[in-house]
C-alpha cells in the first residue's frame, strides 16, 4: 500500500504539464465539440490551474523530502491499549498492534498468509502481544464499520477472536444475514448478537479508533504499530500496508537487538 502511493506521486511531473496545453485542448475542443461553450472551457481552465497549484505544493514536499534524505525513519507511535482486545501474554516484551478493515483485501492477505505463523512462532511463545484495532474504510468499504461492530458485539459473548478470524477471511461475506449466521456457527446468542449490531451500539467505539488511527498518521490498511511494550500499551514504529512473514521477523529481529 505504501508502495503503491509513492508509485503515483511518481507520476507528478506529467501531470505537472496539463496545463500547459490546455490552450490548445480548447481550441481542438471547440472545433470537434461545438456544444462546449466559452464558458465551460474556461472552467475546465480554472480546473486545471487549481490542479497545478495543489501539485505544485506536493512537489514542494517531495523536494524537501528529498533534501533530507528520503521520507527517512519510520513514523512513530504511543499508544494506550488499555480495554481493547489483545492475544498472547500480558507481560510479553513486544507488542504488535493492527489497524484493520475487515473488508480490505490487503488485511485479508496478512490475515490469511502471514498472522498464522506470527500466532504460532511470536504470539503464542510469549515474545509477542497483539492487540486488534478497528480502521474501517467506509468510503469504499461500505461493510467495514458494520464489521467492526460485529466483532465488538462477540466480544461481548466471548468469541471475537473466532468471530474476527471468520470475518478477516471472508471480507465478501459482512452483510448483517451472513454475520448472524456466522455467530451461529460459534453458538453464539443470535438474537441479542443481530440486535446489538442493528442498534450501532460500538459505532462510537470504533469511530474513536478511527480518529485515534488518523492522529498517528496511519492512512491505509492495514496499518501496523511494533515496538517494546509498555505499561499503558505500546511505543513503536509504523509499518504499513500488507507486509510478507519476513519483514515482520526483521522488524521483531531488530527490537530484540536493542
Excluded at 483485501?105 to 504460532?120: A, D, T
Excluded at 471472508?170 to 460459534?186: C, F, I, Q, R, S
Excluded at 438474537?191 to 460500538?202: H, I, L
Aim: include cysteine; glycine fraction near 8%; proline fraction near 5%.
Amino acid at each position: 500500500m505504501k508502495s503503491f502511493r509513492y508509485a503515483r506521486l511518481a507520476a507528478l511531473p506529467l501531470l505537472l504539464l496539463l496545463p500547459l496545453g490546455a490552450q490548445d485542448s480548447k481550441k481542438k475542443s471547440a472545433k470537434k465539440d461545438s456544444a462546449m461553450t466559452s464558458e465551460q472551457a474556461d472552467q475546465i481552465l480554472d480546473e486545471l490551474r487549481q490542479m497545478r497549484q495543489i501539485l505544485q505544493q506536493q512537489g514542494a514536499i517531495l523536494q524537501q523530502l528529498a533534501e533530507k534524505g528520503g521520507p527517512g525513519a519510520p513514523a512513530r507511535a504511543k499508544l494506550d491499549l488499555a480495554g481493547f482486545q489483545m492475544l498472547g501474554s500480558k507481560d510479553a516484551p513486544f507488542t504488535l498492534v493492527e489497524f484493520t478493515d475487515y473488508q480490505c483485501p490487503y488485511c485479508r492477505q496478512f490475515h490469511v498468509n502471514v498472522f498464522g505463523e506470527l500466532k504460532k512462532n511470536y504470539i503464542d511463545t510469549g515474545k509477542v502481544r497483539f492487540y486488534s484495532r478497528d480502521l474501517p474504510l467506509d468510503q469504499i468499504h461500505p461493510n467495514a464499520s458494520r464489521a467492526a461492530q460485529a466483532g465488538r458485539c462477540a466480544a461481548d459473548q466471548g468469541q471475537f477472536w473466532k468471530m474476527r478470524d471468520l470475518m478477516g477471511a471472508n471480507p465478501d461475506k459482512l452483510d448483517l444475514e451472513n454475520l448472524v449466521t456466522e455467530a451461529g456457527t460459534l453458538k453464539m446468542d443470535t438474537k441479542a448478537f443481530r440486535g446489538c449490531v442493528e442498534s450501532q451500539k460500538y459505532k462510537e467505539a470504533v469511530q474513536t479508533d478511527v480518529l485515534e488511527a488518523m492522529k498517528i498518521g496511519a492512512e491505509a490498511t492495514p496499518t501496523f504499530v511494533l515496538g517494546k511494550s509498555t505499561p499503558q500499551g505500546v511505543d513503536g514504529e509504523l509499518i504499513v500496508g500488507s507486509q510478507p512473514l519476513s519483514e515482520f521477523i526483521k522488524a521483531i529481529s531488530r527490537l530484540d537487538s536493542k
